[in-house]
């Protein structure tokens, strides 16, 4: 990761990790009980390696383990590793994991899990199928060390073992990473800090999580999501709540503990009653995003994806998302996130809304008002609004747009089909990614240019793939920005998405001391009072 990234990150985090700082307190000390957690979707996909959903990543972290972590400003740390070294040439790395790990089942962590895990993983996401294109070799050399040889240098190979989202590579038992990974894993034993209780899951309705008695806790402070992840209570339980009212008046009655998203219209209320904590836990937010289907028509032509970007309004979409209170969002036309010295609007000086140009460009395209359909996942409020807000634009702007109605775990297995909207598949879907992701080229899905092997809607774009080549190889600052301003203009020629804003997501939580503020929502560190 480059120098220049961790330190303007570390500017960008440290307001909001001093603002809530976490007391180290040993597991000795642990007092038990029930944490109820409303998540911002309900949990359908619980395979850590199948989605790139936040909710199943959030799951995820409960369950397994990752071999190295972020912490706060963004650099990797060891965390099933105990240590590591790597040549001087840089294309040997050699990896111990610490002792005396184990899985939810009792049987040792080894390397051969690890080495599995990974292999797994490297199908899935960018970072991995480039790591795997660089690789000679992998494989363990012991029962606790696995050795990576390269066939040239790549410099993010830390960094990919500690992707803190996305396709997080989240280590499973050997046994299990020898699924087709066409197929989802059945058997959900981990070795992270809690145990998944498959018996009382209710798929999009409820899961359960208890206390991995023999989890073994690194001794640092917990820091983001590197350091001890000492657990304090007995049981998490996650309950989706879709009406927001509900999931408010829940809060403020003490019948739940954490609110993962509430929305920013209902901060008022969750703060009349004097007990709840409003924070935001992760100081870069959210970019939203109208994400295209670059294989069917009309969005498989280029210029119908250019005129898309002349109907929206970002101010307009981000305000019904994220309120009325500008310090929650913004309108923000860069790839890589504003407010980040990333954030440049190369290819993008003359987009705003001009439903002028737009239905010019659709006139230019060829376009003859064939209808496209939207996909809206009504239960999950945030994309849902975007949705109500952007689809009258796109109207206006020329666009014959049809509104298709799902829950969000529907849209999750919907967005897989390469298949005609009017055979199961669709044209439009709107989404958010994390700035963890985002500001870093190979994890920024919404410019993944892997053709059929990329994020949904298969942006595929050579000249994209090669100058995310070169920026994996350079070592200079200057370069690498130059490159990252170099793929802003080009995701502005190709339009793999359209730009919708920028935005914080605020938690609420009350009764509970200890909370690690962290890019996803953790559940070590915190206690009942």
Known sequence: MDRIVRRVLSTLVVAVFLAAPVAWVPAALAEGGTVKFIPHAGLRIVDPHWTTAYVSRNHSYLVYDTLFAMDKDFKPQPQMVDKWSASKDGLTYTFTLRKGMKWHDGAPVTARDAVASLKRWELKGPIGIKLAAVTQSLEATGELVFTLVLKEPFGLVLDALAKPSGEVPFIIPERLAATDPSKQIEDYTGSGPFKFVREEFQPGAKSVYVRFADYLPRAEPPNNLSGGKVVHV??????????????????????????ESPPVDLLPLLKTSGKVTI????????????RFNHLQPPFNNAAMRKAVLYMVNQDDVMTVVAGSDPDFHRA????????????????????????????????????KGEKVVMMDPTDLNVLHSAVLATVPQLRKGGLNVEVQAMDW????????????????????????GSGADLIFPLSNFFINPLCDKGWFGWYCDPKMQALQDQWTRTADPAKSQALRVDMQREAYAAVPFAPLG????????????????????????????
């Open 234 to 259: 007995d049981r998490v339980e996650w309950v989706a709540i879709p009406d927001n009212n509900t999931a408010a008046a829940a809060l403020n009655a003490g019948e739940v503990d954490m609110y």
């Open 332 to 367: 923000c036309n860069a790839i890589f996130f504003c407010n980040t010295p990333f954030g440049n609007t190369a290819g993008a000086e003359d987009v705003k809304q001009d439903f002028a140009k737009a239905k010019q460009l659709l006139a230019e395209a060829g376009y």
């Open 502 to 529: 920028q935005y914080q997501q605020p938690m609420a939580y009350r009764g509970l001391t200890g909370v690690v503020p962290a890019v996803v929502p953790v559940f070590w560190g915190l206690k009942k009072q």
């Open 409 to 432: 775990g529907t849209l999750l297995t919907r967005r897989t089909s390469k298949e005609p909207s009017d055979k199961g598949g669709w044209n439009m879907l709107i989404t958010a």
């Open 279 to 290: 924070q935001v836990m992760d100081p870069l937010g959210f970019q939203m995003g109208l």
